[in-house]
């Protein structure tokens, strides 16, 4: 049974929502793959035709903004990411790259997001530069629970008419996200950010 808010996004709706499920799905359990690798991992007799139709569909969904391409291999982005556990009745174990996947978000975000470095953001009563709140997430963002969480929080967003998925940018998303959030929200973000640096730091790690 197809979970209902699945349908109001528009990459899961009509005859793409096969082909762009099991995209995500592969990209998301294998990390970076050739459009040629996706095909292999699909039973189906029509390989070539298969990988042309396939090849529509990749395109279509960099166009939204779900995955991107590098060095001809087809990736997750962060909607993707989102998308990909959304999607899954029992949110699974992440692959072996995972790892490498969350390091590639958080260097995108910093890479792109170096223009706000000296920008102030306030919501909901709230202060914060935006460029040390998206590296703080790459920090905490490492894990599957934190990821399911989020994933948990973005469907909420999806199911209240605030976003389109298919709609919204990575940035707007990222943005939206730190905006919706509450005070005590923020505040709980903030402290947890500050113990996860914690435990990080080379002073900490010295004294362990």
Not at 81 to 108: C, G, M
Not at 158 to 174: M, R
Request: proline fraction near 2%; hydrophobic fraction near 40%; include cysteine.
């Amino acid at each position: 049974m197809v979970k209902s808010y699945i349908k109001l996004i528009g990459i899961f709706r009509g005859k793409q929502a096969k082909h762009n499920t099991q995209i995500l799905n592969i990209l998301y359990d294998n990390g970076p793959l050739t459009a040629w690798e996706i095909t292999g991992k699909i039973q189906n007799i029509g390989k070539v035709s298969l990988h042309a139709t396939l090849n529509k569909r990749l395109r279509s969904l960099q166009k939204k903004g779900y995955l991107d391409k590098a060095v001809k291999k087809w990736c997750l982005r962060f909607k993707g990411i989102i998308a990909a556990i959304l999607i899954q009745k029992t949110p699974k174990p992440l692959s072996d790259r995972w790892t490498e996947l969350v390091e590639s978000f958080t260097k995108y975000f910093e890479e792109h997001f170096n223009a706000l470095s000296k920008v102030t953001i306030q919501a909901n009563g709230v202060i914060f530069h935006p460029l040390e709140a998206i590296k703080k997430a790459g920090q905490i963002l490492r894990t599957f629970d934190d990821w399911v969480a989020l994933s948990n929080y973005v469907k909420g967003l999806i199911q209240t008419g605030v976003i389109n998925l298919d709609v919204i940018s990575n940035e707007t998303l990222f943005a939206v996200i730190l905006s919706e959030l509450s005070h005590e929200q923020v505040e709980a973000l903030t402290k947890d950010w500050n113990i996860k640096a914690s435990r990080h730091s080379p002073d900490n790690s010295q004294g362990q």
